[in-house]
């Protein structure tokens, strides 16, 4: 019940905290900029699916101008199927951390912006969110920047993921991509 009650006000306070709120991409996908040197910044989503309703919320602080640290955790229900019953559970999972490295910045009309992401999801929580171990990942990210408004962005990453199961002991490693586009209307 403390958890509930810790994220219940995480949510509330990453709403009314920040000023000007302002709304971002939507995206998996991760792009290669940063929050910048001694910002920090703020998100929160939802994420609705057939296997249930994640909420998600990070934090992102510039440690320099081409470093930033992103701590994240996840709650929501999660919907299992057995035997034709549909079962709800309580779930989440935290902390996932990330380090973002920003390569070289995007240019409008000019160079793509590059960057690297590492990070790991540690197997802590209650629930369906929870990892069956250990998991790092990494990922090569681009971002391309057409018109001096940054009228339309192209993202797109590239990398891998790692998990160390802690019960079977087994080795699991796997392919990760995304693409996303953000279009100024």
């Known amino acids: 019940m403390k958890i509930r009650i810790y994220f219940l006000i995480l949510s509330v306070l990453t709403m009314l905290a920040t000023h000007p709120v302002r709304a971002?991409?939507?995206?998996?996908?991760?792009?290669?900029?940063?929050s910048g040197y001694k910002r920090s910044e703020?998100?929160?989503w939802i994420f609705t699916g057939r296997s249930g309703t994640e909420i998600w919320h990070s934090a992102n602080f510039g440690l320099t101008d081409w470093a930033e640290l992103t701590i994240a955790g996840i709650w929501g229900k999660s919907k299992h199927v057995l035997n034709g019953e549909t079962f709800k559970k309580y779930s989440y999972t935290l902390p996932l951390v990330?380090?973002?490295?920003?390569?070289?910045?995007?240019?409008?009309?000019?160079?793509?912006g590059i960057?690297?992401?590492?990070?790991a999801d540690m197997p802590w929580g209650k629930g369906a969110f929870v990892s069956e171990g250990y998991t790092t990942f990494g990922c090569l990210l681009l971002t391309q920047c057409f018109?001096?408004?940054?009228?339309?962005?192209?993202?797109?990453?590239?990398?891998?993921?790692?998990l160390k199961n802690k019960e079977s002991k087994e080795n699991l490693s796997g392919f990760v991509f995304g693409l996303g586009t953000q279009v100024k209307v």
């Open 147 to 162: 018109g001096k408004e940054e009228n339309v962005l192209i993202h797109a990453q590239a990398g891998g993921t790692y």
């Open 98 to 112: 990330q380090a973002k490295f920003l390569l070289h910045a995007y240019e409008p009309n000019g160079l793509p």
């Open 42 to 44: 703020l998100a929160s």
């Open 115 to 119: 960057g690297m992401a590492v990070g």
């Open 24 to 34: 971002v991409r939507p995206f998996i996908t991760d792009d290669a900029a940063l």
